[in-house]
């Protein structure tokens, strides 16, 4: 970090605490609750003890949420409670749905469930805490005079504040990607899905929802006995998709024009496998497309360790899973005839 950089984090930091702390400190008188006096048998309050009662009551009814962002909560808990353990909770949910579940669970929901939360982070819980938090440690100074932990409070919800914003402006990308894949991944149809005679013939990529296609052609026509996969690939969910549909039917896997990425996933699981001559099948490292954390990477990995085991299953050498996946997400590796046949991908030539 460059020295004006550094300067330049020092005066938003300090000008943020005194904004903050004049545009929260407006109207943030706490309630002064007279102590409650003693009375004698068949006596009745004044206007001014009834009043003092009446805010005790309403005090004592207010909900856990309205009470922080109220301050009334003690220091210690908004920000250990409130803050901190609300955050770690937060972002175990968070990680859980962004990195643990790229191919088990369906990417639409999985990108509207991620977005939801992030939405419901920065917009509701956030304010949330940042307001509840500073307005306790204004309390707690006035009611205790004390000016030391709250400053420190404060100046480190100003820089969590900088800090949120820089992620925000830094991952734009990420959000558009949550965006596209929650509202517009639904609209892809780069594909056509037919049946002839009993073979169903799969040409374009392998978009959301062609597995729900290739379901209901199988379902509408029962004496379906193979299917014929031309693709450059797609969602690794919907090739995992496509390959349990044809486990479970037993159904015989060709290609006349190729088989590439996420395709390959869908054509092992054939049990008699076909190419015909001049096709090929492709295999590189799986992607999201997009800058990945380090967790990301490893929910990856193990998600091309598991169809290796699936290669493995349908008895590819172990001498080929070991290389399958050496070319980097943007190149492709297109094993020979030979190394295809020899290894035990391909059963024999489609005539």
């Known amino acids: 970090m460059s020295n004006l950089e550094i300067f330049v984090s020092v005066i938003g930091v300090l000008l943020g605490y005194f904004i903050v702390s004049k545009f929260l400190n407006r109207n943030n008188t706490p309630i002064n609750i007279p102590e409650p006096k003693r009375y004698l048998p068949g006596k009745t309050m004044s206007e001014e003890e009834f009043r003092a009662a009446e805010l005790l009551f309403n005090n004592k009814k207010e909900g856990y949420i309205v009470k922080h962002w109220r301050g009334h909560h003690s220091l210690s808990m908004s920000f250990w409670v409130n803050n901190f353990a609300i955050n770690v909770l937060f972002l175990i949910i968070t990680a859980y749905w962004a990195d643990f579940g790229p191919r088990t669970e369906?990417?639409?929901?999985?990108?509207?469930?991620?977005?939801?939360?992030?939405?419901?982070?920065?917009?509701?819980?956030?304010?949330?805490?940042?307001?509840?938090?500073?307005?306790?440690?204004?309390?707690?100074?006035?009611?205790?005079?004390?000016?030391?932990?709250?400053?420190?409070?404060?100046?480190?919800?100003?820089?969590?504040?900088?800090?949120?914003?820089?992620?925000?402006?830094?991952?734009?990308?990420?959000?558009?990607?949550?965006?596209?894949?929650?509202?517009?991944?639904?609209?892809?149809?780069?594909?056509?899905?037919?049946?002839?005679d009993q073979t169903i013939i799969l040409n374009g990529d392998l978009n959301y929802g062609i597995s729900e296609a290739v379901d209901q052609l199988i379902s509408d026509n029962p004496y379906v006995?193979?299917?014929?996969?031309?693709?450059?690939?797609?969602?690794?969910?919907?090739?995992?998709?496509?390959?349990?549909?044809?486990?479970?039917?037993?159904?015989?896997?060709?290609?006349?024009?190729?088989?590439?990425?996420?395709?390959?996933?869908?054509?092992i699981s054939g049990n008699r496998r076909y190419i015909s001559k001049g096709s090929s099948l492709g295999f590189h490292q799986y992607s999201n497309y997009r800058k990945q954390s380090a967790i990301e990477k490893i929910?990856?990995?193990?998600?091309?360790?598991?169809?290796?085991?699936?290669f493995k299953k349908r008895g590819v050498s172990e001498e080929f899973i070991d290389v399958m996946y050496q070319a980097s997400p943007d190149d492709m590796w297109y094993p020979t005839d030979d190394e295809l046949f020899a290894h035990g991908l391909v059963h024999e030539y489609a005539k």
């Open 106 to 196: 369906d990417p639409v929901l999985l990108a509207r469930v991620i977005l939801t939360l992030t939405v419901l982070g920065y917009v509701i819980i956030y304010p949330w805490q940042f307001v509840g938090l500073w307005r306790s440690a204004n309390f707690y100074i006035k009611d205790k005079q004390k000016k030391f932990w709250p400053r420190v409070v404060k100046f480190l919800l100003i820089i969590g504040a900088l800090i949120t914003l820089v992620d925000l402006t830094s991952e734009q990308q990420i959000y558009k990607d949550l965006y596209h894949h929650s509202f517009e991944l639904t609209k892809e149809s780069n594909y056509d899905v037919r049946l002839e």
């Open 225 to 267: 006995d193979s299917i014929i996969l031309n693709s450059n690939g797609g969602l690794v969910y919907e090739g995992s998709k496509l390959s349990s549909l044809i486990l479970s039917n037993s159904l015989n896997t060709y290609t006349t024009n190729g088989c590439k990425s996420a395709c390959t996933i869908a054509y």
């Open 299 to 310: 929910a990856l990995f193990d998600l091309q360790q598991g169809d290796a085991y699936l």
